[in-house]
């Protein structure tokens, strides 16, 4: 049976590719796993049908058969061990691509996407500035830690894997800022370009964006 995810009918990100459907399509593509897309409006997130297949009304879920899913990353792992070209087949290797997995997920993203949030929510509060001031500083750690680690290999780890996936999809949240930190960081910029010189994201991203297109309300 062919899988079935959940998307913004409208992305808020504009066709760019951030939202996190895009890293589970992301997946399929590089799994050459077929799937489905259900589209739904916002008011449609918040109904009871809905909240019976994702607890926090958000995208995406997943859905094959009787197995229901939710949150990007657990979606990405599941699609992982089913399918052997997202992570090695030897244990080590195996559990070191799933750390990188929840690497991404909570000791990067948490505070880029704080940082993003608060310059669209946050900007005319009388302590923006210094907000603002300390996520950046906190980004830039991680970002410090994560350029060392990788210093001038290609991947994380001795192949490209969900990991990485993973990786690209945050780092990417990156470059919708001006004064995004990513730039003073080469080696995780051209990590960033890499991955988006994948075929699969590319495949990815072309058909996130043809449903935007395809989604937005004609004149």
């Known amino acids: 049976m062919t899988p079935t995810i959940t998307a913004f009918a409208q992305s808020p990100d504009g066709g760019r590719g951030l939202a996190r459907d895009m890293r589970v399509r992301w997946a399929f593509e590089e799994a050459g ?96 500035e210094q907000r603002q001031h300390i996520l950046q500083e906190r980004i830039r750690v991680r970002l410090d830690q994560l350029s060392r680690r990788l210093g001038h290999a290609d991947w994380l780890e001795d192949r490209f894997s969900a990991g990485d996936l993973l990786m690209v999809t945050v780092l990417r949240i990156l470059n919708e800022s001006n004064q995004s930190p990513l730039p003073d960081y080469p ?33």
Do not use: T
Request: proline content about 8%.
């Open 187 to 219: 080696n995780l910029r051209d990590y960033v370009a890499r991955g988006e010189a994948r075929p699969a994201f590319k495949r990815a991203f072309a058909a996130q964006l043809a449903a935007f297109n395809a989604h937005m309300p004609s004149d």
């Open 33 to 128: 796993q077929p799937y489905l897309v259900r589209y739904l409006s916002f008011a449609q997130l918040k109904e009871p049908a809905y909240y019976a297949q994702h607890p926090f009304g958000q995208i995406p879920s997943y859905e094959q058969g009787d197995l229901v899913l939710f949150e990007s990353g657990a979606i990405v792992l599941h699609i992982a061990q089913q399918h052997g070209q997202l992570l090695p087949d030897d244990p080590g290797a195996r559990a070191r691509g799933i750390v990188w997995m929840f690497a991404a997920l909570n000791c990067l993203e948490p505070p880029i996407w704080e940082w993003v949030m608060g310059r669209i929510l946050e900007s005319e509060q009388s302590w923006y």
